[in-house]
């Protein structure tokens, strides 16, 4: 759960670099120190992405900080409800924070991005981190993306969000 006490954002932090570059990569087109495999992932998945997805994204709230919250939160809890954590997965996530961060440019509320980027860190630290660590950490996270081959990723990344949508839609219209 999001806690209000804690500095979120911590500015040298391997999470927040990695989250805040795709975030900016996907809501603005700015590649900032992301490897090639990554971007390309995210430039695959970006291209598959359903219609549910985007019905997602327009369904969380950015008018403000205390809506945004909530609903992201909502939906991520919900994503990883049961704790299976993949590379996959976290691409899905990651592309949904940039996707709701470009969204919040398009209307208007680019004050908002920095509280998607604060977010999706302190779900991925309160709830990934330790799976992440014990797989390579981030540095293992973009070597995955350097080493999968373009079929297999796609299809591991295609099957990974649609249960990840799949789930997150049914959390949303719950709400």
């Known amino acids: 759960m999001f806690r209000k006490d804690k500095a979120l ?10 989250i805040g570059n795709v975030i900016d990569y ?12 990554l971007v390309n992932s995210i430039h695959q998945f970006s291209e598959k992405i359903s219609e549910e997805l985007l ?12 809506s ?18 993949t590379y996959e997965r ?9 996707l709701i961060a470009k969204r919040c440019i398009k209307e208007g509320r680019k004050n ?13 630290n309160d709830n990934i981190l330790d799976w992440l660590n014990k797989h390579g ?5 973009s070597a995955y993306f350097e080493e999968e081959t373009i079929g297999v990723l796609l299809l591991k990344t295609g099957l ?9 839609i049914a959390a949303i219209r719950l709400y």
Do not use: H
């Open 9 to 18: 954002f911590r500015k040298n932090s391997s999470s927040s670099i990695i």
């Open 26 to 37: 996907i809501s603005k087109g700015k590649r900032k120190k992301l490897s090639p495999g």
């Open 160 to 168: 990974a969000a649609a249960g990840v949508v799949t789930l997150a």
């Open 112 to 124: 908002l991005i920095n509280i998607v980027k604060e977010l999706l860190e302190q779900f991925i």
């Open 55 to 66: 019905e997602m994204v327009d369904n969380v709230p950015v008018t403000s900080r205390e």
């Open 68 to 85: 945004l919250q909530q609903s992201f939160l909502y939906v991520m809890e919900n994503m990883f409800e049961d704790k299976i954590y």
């Open 137 to 141: 950490g981030w540095e293992g996270y």
């Open 90 to 98: 976290i691409l899905c996530i990651l592309v949904f924070g940039g």
